[in-house]
């Protein structure tokens, strides 16, 4: 079963003379491990994409499922749970909350979904851990490099049991050293099986992805195919 | 880089032997250059020639090693501080391709630019793929593949600002010679 599914998915802005169509019919579906990266012109309805996947905008019209249930069925309280505890987000400008620190950044989900403030912050340092962050959990976002914030935030975005990681140009801040050490995170978050989406306009960020999908005026125009084995790079005459 | 120079540098550690000399040429360019071992015995000959390397009198075959000269260790010195020709004339293939595609009447030049970027990001994915599953860190492959990224990063960067520059210029381009303008203002040779 898919993670995230979009169903014919539009989404329109304005009416009339102002009318924009910022997506139109997108299907698309994510399964566990697996990494889509979404690139595109600016305009072309990338981020429009990321928050109606992750249920912060309803689509005009057509569907969208995470974990398998509709989001439209949902109520509002139940719309916030599922964001709290299924969905991570990890922006290009990392959006920690600067008074607190990362450990504190990366518990607040989850105290916020109920968690005792001990358990979460018990889980709070394991995800820092996992990341190599351990010994900047006391630190706060402005005492902390762009690349360490950016660690952060995807610890806050896997933190606990999330299954769905939706990121909106997250190396679009960073150099090429630390940008590649992001796009390995969320590959390794993959790996552990959490499905994840990443807009992106970087054609090096986006070749992590398993599956490469191109929009434009609001519509899936192209995609990659399944890449073959690193291998055939190194076949006499391959590829040129 | 030529195998000449790949060869006097690896000599320029001490003296070695033909296969010695293919194997550490392969795995120093992270093994996505193969070489045969003729190959490898046709540049030392020429290299001994030129009075590069010399050898130490033995017949030919796998006992005979070789040593760098002085006049070798010059030539390596020189070629690592000069600069390889990128003042090549924009004579690319994929350029072409647009500029034609730009003209041709039935012809939707952004379907040819997207069959490009298509391609360009899977064959990045496969090299990507290589990085995340090289297990332990290889110096020599990890920079022959972020050169190969860069490379490919930098033509789909083009194939980018040429989609967008074609979507805004005027439907009919004034007429005109831009190709002999262009050769004369940056001077490309014929």
New interface residues.
């Given amino acids: 079963m898919s993670v995230l599914e979009l169903r014919a998915v539009s989404k329109v802005y304005g009416e009339g003379a102002t009318e924009v169509v910022a997506l139109h019919e997108v299907d698309l579906a994510v399964g566990p491990g697996q990494m889509v990266a979404v ?1 595109g ?1 600016s305009g072309s309805g990338k981020s429009s994409l990321l928050t109606i996947a992750g249920s912060l905008e309803a689509p005009t019209s057509g569907e969208v499922l995470i974990g398998g249930g509709r989001l439209a069925e949902m109520s509002r309280d139940e719309l916030a749970r599922l964001r709290r505890r299924s969905v991570g987000y990890v922006f290009q400008d990392f959006n920690l909350l600067p008074g607190l620190t990362a450990v504190e950044n990366v518990s607040l989900p989850l105290e916020l979904d109920g968690l005792s403030a001990r358990r979460a912050r018990a889980a709070g340092l394991t995800a820092l851990e996992r990341l190599d962050l351990a010994d900047r959990a006391g630190h706060f976002p402005d005492q902390l490099s762009g690349g360490e914030r950016q660690r952060v935030a995807i610890a806050r975005a896997v933190v606990g049991d999330r299954r769905l990681l939706l990121a909106d140009e997250p190396t679009g801040a960073l150099d090429s050293a630390t940008g590649e050490a992001v796009m ?1 995170l969320i ?1 390794q978050a993959c790996k552990q099986g959490v499905a994840a989406v990443v807009v992106t ?4 960020s ?4 398993d599956r ?1 999908i ?1 929009l434009r005026d609001g519509r899936i ?5 399944p ?4 291998e ?3 076949a ?1 005459g391959s ?1 040129r | 880089m030529s195998i000449r120079h790949a060869l006097l540098a690896l000599l320029a550690e001490g003296p070695k032997y033909g296969l010695q000399l293919r194997e550490e040429f392969e795995s120093r360019t992270g ?2 250059w ?1 070489l045969n071992v003729g190959q490898v015995y046709t540049t030392l000959q020429r290299l001994e020639r030129d009075g590069l390397v010399e050898s130490d009198g033995e017949p030919e075959g796998p006992q005979k090693s070789f040593r760098l000269t002085e006049g070798g260790a010059g030539e390596l010195a020189e070629w690592l501080r000069t600069p390889p020709d990128l003042a090549a004339p924009p004579r690319d293939e994929l350029v072409i391709k647009v500029l034609v595609a730009v003209r041709l009447p039935g012809v939707d030049v952004h379907e040819v630019i ?1 069959a490009h ?2 391609y ?11 990085k ?2 090289e297990a332990e860190f290889d110096l020599s492959l990890a920079l022959v593949v972020d050169a190969e ?2 490379r ?2 930098s033509v ?2 083009w194939l ?1 600002a040429a ?2 520059r074609i979507r805004r210029a005027p439907a009919e381009a004034p007429p005109g010679k831009p190709a002999v303008a262009l050769r004369r203002r940056i001077g490309v040779r014929r």
């Fill in positions: 690139m012109p390995r590959r306009h970087d054609a090096q986006a070749s992590w992805a490469v191109f125009t192209d995609g990659t195919s890449p073959p084995g690193p055939s790079l190194l006499p590829g | 093994e996505v193969p997207q970027r298509r360009l990001v899977e064959l990045m994915q496969q090299w990507t793929r290589l995340d599953d990224l860069f490919l990063d789909i960067r980018d989609d967008g």
